[in-house]
């Protein structure tokens, strides 16, 4: 199968599995949250800010990992990639050992000592991140096998292992909502179970299907690899840990200034973002390995291309959810929760433009990945996103709304937009106008259209769904209409031609 067409299927695959899991989540958060109330909401949002942090090393070696395993994989050696892939697992069981050790510690200090739980819910929420390390000591142990199959580019079977889980999950929540007895313990057991079992599945699948991932101790602990993969997963490290610190980080700060009540609005917004966030990154992570694959290869020039086009294109996904859901932002809570949060509405609008941002450069990131030399550019990046931090404090201490945190993330945000955008023009000599008139100009425009076909009929048409549902499909038609002609160049069109009838042959 050509890269194109591969690129095309698994964009497709992958967004189908988001569209449903995010469609599933956001319908279930109201079981979720009408079962476990505002406290216990609020509760699991901050325990599992915690266990985050144990988490994310899973994201940051899964990274590494396929990065090196779609290098060698563009290089044509099947052997080197079982050589990285064992060198992978090593360190992985390793980590996953160590990591939750750690993390059990530090979280159940935090629990006790430090966050603003009340009294009584104190010792459920330590057995609800006890509970969450189980997952995540499977989760970080299940990153090689994993991410053989991003860098084999299996993405559509990725997808349906989550299209499983979300209905696991969409099930599970429908439960707790008539369940008796401790619907907090009850959630974070069946919310730990699900992953679980499918990361034992997909190890087991992974083994049967790769030769690449054919277990060779011989080849564990290799000095040269783990040093690599160590390497760049440390430098890597530092960004993450930006993103990390930010994102959970300001939760504790909000927990420590507001209480439980205000981390419940905190995390239904960051779960409408980071639904609305995954539409694009599932299309979007289809280009990933072929853009690391791409630099293995030789190819830079095909590598930086394919690097635009994911700025743009994610950006104009970006704008298709996020417009028309802004507009309509308090019909559409108020549907879905009934009686939202207060600050709700608001957390969501400030973190979604704080993701549109981050698109607009994406990337460029996944190019700088591509290319392996990441240490100065993580240090760079991290320490901007690391800054919100400071910033939010100091918002809060003087005395501003919660939501000001929101206006923090989006200035360090677009900081390190701009350090992305300086960082490829240093490393590969691409001119800035190129982003400018390539991924800028074309957003704006498509930005416009949208942002004008959702609020004509918001003013012209008393509140209803079927508002909603009008403001949607216009903001959707004068969008798609706008980024065929403006948004995309002539290369792009004939790729979505030739993708679009590939995928219809398929289906025949």
């Known amino acids: 199968m050509?890269?194109?067409?591969?690129?095309?299927?698994?964009?497709?695959?992958?967004?189908?599995?988001?569209?449903?899991?995010?469609?599933?989540?956001?319908?279930?958060?109201?079981?979720?949250?009408?079962?476990?109330?505002?406290?216990?909401?609020?509760?699991?949002?901050?325990?599992?800010?915690?266990?985050?942090?144990v988490v994310f090393f899973n994201t940051v070696?899964?990274?590494?990992?396929s990065r090196h395993f779609a290098f060698a994989i563009g290089q044509g050696d099947m052997r080197e990639v079982n050589r990285w892939f064992n060198a992978a697992l090593s360190i992985h069981l390793v980590l996953a050992v160590?990591?939750?050790?750690?993390?059990?510690?530090?979280?159940?200090?935090w629990i006790m000592h430090w966050l603003t739980i009340p009294v009584e819910r104190v010792l459920v929420s330590a057995w609800v991140f006890r509970i969450s390390l189980v997952s995540a000591f499977f989760g970080m142990a299940s990153v090689p096998f994993i991410a053989m199959f991003t860098a084999q580019q299996?993405?559509?079977?990725?997808?349906?292992?989550?299209?499983?889980?979300?209905?696991?999950?969409?099930?599970?929540?429908?439960?707790?909502?008539?369940?008796?007895?401790?619907?907090?313990?009850?959630?974070a057991i069946g919310m730990s179970a699900i992953p679980t079992s499918l990361y034992i599945v997909q190890i087991f699948r992974a083994l049967s299907v790769f030769e690449e991932c054919a277990i060779?101790?011989?080849?564990?602990?290799?000095?040269?690899?783990?040093?690599?993969?160590?390497?760049?997963?440390?430098?890597?490290?530092?960004?993450?840990?930006?993103?990390?610190?930010?994102?959970?980080?300001?939760?504790?700060?909000?927990?420590i200034y507001f209480g439980a009540k205000i981390n419940a609005s905190y995390g239904i917004a960051n779960q409408v973002s980071a639904q609305t966030n995954q539409v694009a990154a599932a299309m979007m992570g289809a280009f990933t390995p072929e853009i690391t694959a791409s630099e293995g290869r030789g190819n830079r020039e095909g590598m930086l291309s394919l690097a635009l086009r994911v700025c743009k294109i994610g950006t104009i996904s970006i704008l298709f959810i996020t417009i028309p859901l802004m507009v309509e932002l308090e019909y559409i809570l108020k549907l879905w929760l009934i009686d939202p949060p207060e600050h709700t509405a608001l957390f969501c609008r400030l973190i979604l433009t704080n993701f549109l941002i981050d698109w607009t450069t994406s990337g460029y990131m996944m190019a700088v990945n591509a290319y392996g030399r990441i240490a100065a550019y993580q240090a760079t990046l991290g320490t901007i996103l690391v800054m919100t931090l400071p910033i939010a404090w100091v918002f809060l201490y003087i005395g501003l709304e919660p939501?000001?945190?929101?206006?923090?993330?989006?200035?360090t945000m677009a900081l390190c937009s701009i350090g992305r955008i300086?960082?490829?023009?240093?490393?590969?000599?691409?001119?800035?106008?190129?982003?400018?008139?390539?991924?800028?100009v074309p957003c704006v425009f498509v930005g416009i259209i949208i942002l004008i076909?959702?609020?004509?009929?918001?003013?012209?048409?008393?509140?209803?769904?079927?508002?909603?549902?009008?403001?949607?499909?216009?903001?959707?038609?004068?969008?798609?209409?706008?980024?065929?002609?403006?948004?995309?160049?002539?290369?792009?069109?004939?790729f979505f031609k030739r993708s679009i009838m590939n995928i219809m042959k398929k289906m025949k």
């Not at 080849?219 to 490290?237: M, Q």
């Not at 939501?403 to 200035?411: L, M």
Request: aromatic share 14%.
């Open 216 to 255: 060779n101790k011989y080849y564990f602990f290799d000095a040269k690899r783990l040093r690599e993969i160590t390497s760049f997963a440390v430098w890597n490290l530092i960004g993450s840990l930006g993103a990390l610190l930010r994102n959970q980080g300001t939760a504790i700060l909000l927990n």
């Open 61 to 65: 070696m899964s990274t590494s990992a």
């Open 2 to 53: 050509k890269s194109s067409q591969r690129i095309a299927l698994n964009a497709m695959a992958s967004f189908s599995r988001t569209i449903l899991g995010a469609g599933l989540l956001l319908f279930s958060s109201r079981w979720v949250f009408n079962g476990l109330g505002q406290i216990d909401f609020g509760i699991y949002s901050i325990v599992g800010s915690l266990i985050i942090f």
């Open 453 to 494: 076909g959702a609020i004509f009929p918001f003013l012209m048409v008393p509140e209803s769904f079927c508002r909603l549902v009008l403001t949607t499909v216009t903001s959707t038609v004068m969008g798609v209409v706008i980024t065929w002609y403006v948004g995309l160049d002539d290369t792009e069109r004939v």
């Open 403 to 411: 939501t000001s945190v929101g206006i923090a993330f989006i200035i």
């Open 422 to 440: 300086l960082w490829v023009k240093h490393l590969f000599g691409v001119p800035l106008q190129r982003w400018i008139s390539r991924v800028l």
């Open 154 to 187: 299996r993405i559509t079977e990725l997808a349906i292992f989550g299209v499983i889980q979300s209905f696991c999950c969409f099930i599970w929540a429908w439960w707790i909502s008539q369940a008796t007895g401790d619907r907090l313990l009850l959630y």
């Open 98 to 109: 160590v990591l939750v050790l750690a993390g059990w510690m530090v979280g159940e200090y």
